[in-house]
């Protein structure tokens, strides 16, 4: 089992900024791909980001690209997304997630590993 923590998220207003983190409790196979997801009230949990931590290849919803940059921090097996330019759109609760798979995009079935999610809300 990979077990996956938090941080970050919050209130903030609209155009500001946030930076989430996720550490991961190993760094192995299972761990290949890790991304973020969002649900927002009423809506369907979608992907968000994501990144190849053996390569660095990232991805971006086109919602949040241009204005998030996702990185991963190989010694902490530690996972960030900073988004920039918020918007109440943005508010929703934001999962971690991590799998073996080599797809690293917004497909939530390639993940096998779930954090709890943490909120964030902006305000207009």
């Known amino acids: 089992q990979v077990h996956l923590v938090e941080s970050g998220g919050g209130s903030v207003e609209a155009g500001g900024s946030v930076t989430l983190s996720c550490s991961a409790s190993e760094y192995s196979d299972r761990t290949k791909c890790m991304g973020w997801f969002r649900q927002a009230p009423g809506k369907e949990r979608e992907g968000v980001a994501a990144i190849y931590t053996r390569g660095g290849y990232t991805y971006y919803v086109d919602a949040v690209m241009g204005r998030s940059t996702i990185s991963y921090d190989k010694d902490k097996n530690t996972m960030h997304l900073q988004m920039n330019k918020l918007r109440p759109e943005d508010t929703g609760v934001y999962f971690c997630?991590?799998?073996?798979?080599?797809?690293?995009?917004?497909?939530?079935?390639?993940?096998?590993?779930w954090g709890q999610g943490t909120q964030v809300t902006v305000s207009s």
């Open positions: 997630a991590t799998g073996g798979s080599a797809y690293c995009q917004e497909d939530a079935s390639e993940y096998e590993y």
